[in-house]
């Protein structure tokens, strides 16, 4: 038997570090949303208790380091499972970009190990536990459109996104997130875009507010490391996008049009100036 999970990728259409707590976990109010740019996560048992992970990216791990391993080692340990997994990650998400590649995977792995094991746990368990891989596993086990704060762990599930195009621009650098966190000064930080109005345009329907309320507050301090990041907004904005920003740590750019002619212009038009370009839609 396998299962097969797609793992989409993340885009963050909010983001603010509002503080850090004392263990070094930090504050977030984040709104999150998920494109159809995703990875596939095949997982068949193995009658030993080994979890083999196998990659059709040269730039992963494949050990303990590698998120999905850690989840399904964690799922193990939990409930106390006797049985193994061989893990294939099929890989479209770019890695190091933002787009929360390494976080997905790891969420299919426990939707995908819940139903091949039968352990039969609510969505919301699983959750709970994915926080202690990374702060982003909590969203990406629903990979619906949210309103994520605490730790990344408290999910408020909102309604389906008004229709929109999403143009997806990775420079040729790759960021390390923690080494992002790490460089905040909480008390120099003074970009902090407020998700409540936000969360009142998308139950509203209305995606001209959404693009007037949109922000990042990490993107000034992976700018400032790569200016690319920098370059690729003003592009897509001059290409014609309604609003670009930056998704989580970096470094990609994403641009929202309202209409497909628009965004098919804004692709082509990035297309010269960036290797890894996508145009997706949002899941919902």
Same mark, same amino acid.
């Given at each position: 038997?396998?299962?097969?999970?797609?793992?989409?990728?993340?885009?963050?259409?909010?983001?603010?570090?509002?503080? @850090?707590?004392?263990?070094?976990?930090?504050?977030?109010?984040?709104?999150?949303?998920?494109?159809?740019?995703?990875?596939?996560?095949? &997982?068949?048992?193995?009658?030993? @208790?080994?979890? $083999? +992970?196998?990659?059709? !990216? #040269?730039?992963? %791990?494949?050990?303990?380091?590698?998120?999905?391993?850690?989840?399904? /080692?964690?799922?193990? $340990?939990?409930?106390?499972?006797?049985?193994?997994?061989? +893990?294939?990650?099929?890989?479209?998400?770019?890695?190091?970009?933002?787009?929360?590649?390494?976080?997905?995977?790891?969420?299919?792995?426990?939707?995908?190990?819940?139903?091949?094991?039968?352990?039969?746990?609510?969505? !919301?368990?699983?959750?709970?536990?994915?926080? @202690? &891989?990374? !702060?982003?596993? %909590?969203?990406?086990?629903?990979?619906?459109?949210?309103?994520?704060?605490?730790?990344?762990?408290?999910?408020?599930?909102?309604?389906?996104? %008004?229709?929109?195009?999403? +143009?997806?621009?990775?420079?040729?650098? !790759?960021?390390?997130? %923690?080494? +992002?966190?790490?460089?905040?000064?909480?008390?120099?930080?003074?970009?902090?875009?407020?998700?409540?109005?936000?969360?009142?345009? &998308?139950?509203?329907?209305?995606?001209?507010?959404?693009?007037?309320?949109? #922000?990042?507050?990490?993107?000034?301090?992976?700018?400032?490391?790569?200016?690319?990041?920098?370059?690729?907004?003003?592009?897509?904005?001059?290409?014609?996008?309604?609003?670009?920003?930056?998704?989580?740590? #970096?470094?990609?750019?994403?641009?929202?049009?309202?209409?497909?002619? /628009?965004?098919?212009?804004?692709?082509?038009?990035?297309?010269?100036?960036?290797?890894?370009?996508?145009?997706?839609?949002?899941? /919902?």
């Amino acid at each position: 038997m396998t299962i097969t999970e797609k793992a989409p990728a993340k885009i963050n259409l909010s983001l603010d570090a509002r503080f @850090q707590h004392t263990n070094g976990d930090h504050e977030w109010q984040m709104v999150m949303t998920s494109v159809d740019l995703a990875d596939y996560v095949e &997982i068949t048992p193995r009658l030993d @208790q080994q979890i $083999r +992970i196998r990659t059709t !990216s #040269g730039f992963l %791990p494949v050990d303990q380091r590698n998120l999905a391993y850690q989840a399904a /080692r964690l799922l193990q $340990r939990q409930y106390q499972v006797r049985q193994g997994a061989q +893990i294939t990650i099929k890989k479209q998400i770019p890695v190091a970009a933002g787009l929360g590649g390494g976080s997905s995977d790891a969420a299919a792995v426990l939707r995908g190990l819940n139903r091949l094991w039968r352990l039969e746990r609510p969505l !919301s368990e699983l959750a709970h536990l994915g926080l @202690q &891989i990374d !702060s982003d596993v %909590p969203y990406c086990v629903y990979s619906r459109t949210a309103y994520v704060s605490g730790r990344g762990d408290e999910i408020e599930l909102l309604p389906e996104l %008004p229709p929109f195009w999403v +143009i997806l621009a990775k420079p040729r650098v !790759s960021v390390s997130t %923690p080494s +992002i966190l790490r460089a905040i000064d909480y008390a120099k930080l003074t970009v902090h875009p407020a998700a409540a109005p936000l969360v009142t345009a &998308i139950h509203q329907g209305d995606f001209q507010q959404m693009t007037q309320v949109m #922000g990042n507050a990490l993107e000034p301090i992976t700018s400032k490391r790569h200016p690319e990041i920098s370059n690729l907004k003003h592009r897509m904005l001059r290409f014609g996008a309604e609003v670009a920003q930056m998704s989580g740590s #970096g470094p990609t750019v994403f641009g929202l049009c309202a209409r497909a002619s /628009r965004a098919q212009h804004v692709y082509n038009s990035m297309r010269g100036f960036c290797k890894e370009v996508y145009l997706v839609r949002p899941l /919902r």
